[in-house]
């Protein structure tokens, strides 16, 4: 019988709406740094690859002397307000306890720090769903690499070989699936409008299709 896979999630845009608070962070920082206010939506387009890459898109290249400052900045303007808005996209909860319930293995492996992950997961109290959760400073490289997978199989009691299923909104997490060779599900109701093509994955638009979709 094959074993029941672990179903690894992406945080931002997947699990969690958390623009307004990026947005707001982001903006915040701007300011302090004398620079104008982005859109939210400006602001969402640079998520997704981790703290420094987004640092440098809404503020200053990381070859850039104010960077470090500016990074230090964003990051403390978000870390004093990082439940302001945030909240569970609409059915989210509903289906972790579904797949609670069914004894379905679950983690989360963003690419936001590990530390601000630990606090969300707190917030909501998500420690009863997921085996780890992990950010992008869990490990060596970040999605798109295969690194935080292999970590959460290994921080969740599997095996290298145990079979994975990897669920986000963004490019990264569907190219994180190809750089394991496992199974991908993209969600069309978070901050990235369509899939990459660069691997194939699956369509899921609301979350009470993926348990349906996983028994398949």
Not at 31 to 53: F, Y
Not at 99 to 126: C, H, T, Y
Not at 159 to 171: E, K, Q, S
Not at 185 to 201: A, K, L, R
Request: charged share 20%; aromatic share 8%; hydrophobic share 40%.
């Amino acid at each position: 019988m094959t074993p029941v896979p672990l179903v690894l999630f992406d945080m931002d845009g997947t699990l969690l709406d958390t623009r307004q608070d990026i947005a707001r962070a982001a903006n915040n920082a701007r300011q302090e740094l004398g620079l104008s206010l982005m859109s939210v939506a400006q602001v969402v387009s640079a998520v997704g690859d981790g703290v420094n890459l987004f640092v440098s898109r809404v503020t200053f290249p990381e070859n850039h002397p104010r960077f470090a400052a500016a990074r230090k900045v964003f990051l403390r303007h978000y870390a004093e307000n990082i439940t302001g808005e945030t909240k569970p996209y609409d059915g989210i909860v509903k289906m972790l306890d579904t797949f609670a319930a069914k004894n379905i293995s679950m983690a989360i492996v963003s690419n936001k720090p590990e530390k601000l992950v630990d606090e969300l997961v707190q917030f909501f109290g998500w420690q009863k769903y997921f085996k780890c959760w992990l950010g992008g400073d869990s490990a060596e490289k970040s999605k798109p690499a295969p690194d935080l997978l292999l970590l959460a199989l290994k921080k969740s009691g599997f095996p290298a070989t145990h079979p994975l299923v990897m669920v986000g909104d963004g490019h990264q997490d569907i190219l994180a699936a190809k750089s394991m060779g496992c199974r991908a599900i993209w969600v069309s109701w978070g901050f990235n409008t369509e899939p990459t093509h660069e691997y194939p994955s699956e369509r899921v638009d609301h979350p009470e299709q993926m348990e349906p979709l996983l028994r398949q």
